[in-house]
């Protein structure tokens, strides 16, 4: 069981970012796939999670109206689609599965590696 987190980089104040969790050894159709960031000195926080039965998707608030998750079951893989991005969204963001949704970490049995993501001017 592994996933992959790709597509961090580094951009403007109000700008945009996709990032891709692909999963390889077992189905996202099993799993709620979860997006989490964790910025230096903080605790990792829940960010987004998507229920594969229902399609269900969570935000936190602090990203509502400008994170949007979604996924390609072809590729296996989910996507956290980020826009008008704000300094505090800079951050080193992690992909896990689970099997409920949830914002808390314990939650998740499998962790990607971090994708690191870095709003500035």
């Known amino acids: 069981v592994q996933l992959q987190a790709s597509g961090g980089g580094s951009v403007q104040p109000g700008g945009s970012l996709r990032l891709s969790c692909a999963a390889s050894?077992?189905?996202?159709?099993?799993?709620?796939i979860g997006w989490f960031r964790q910025a230096p000195g903080k605790e990792r926080e829940g960010v987004s999670c998507?229920?594969?039965?229902?399609?269900?998707?969570y935000y936190a608030n602090s990203v509502k109206g400008r994170f949007t998750i979604t996924r390609d079951n072809h590729k296996n893989t989910v996507y956290l689609q980020m826009k008008g991005l704000k300094f505090e969204d800079t951050a080193v963001y992690y992909c896990a599965a689970g099997r409920s949704p949830s914002f808390r970490a314990l939650a998740y049995d499998y962790w990607g590696q971090g994708t690191l993501v870095t709003v500035s001017s």
């Open positions: 050894g077992f189905s996202l159709d099993d799993y709620v």
């Open positions: 998507l229920r594969r039965s229902d399609d269900s998707t």
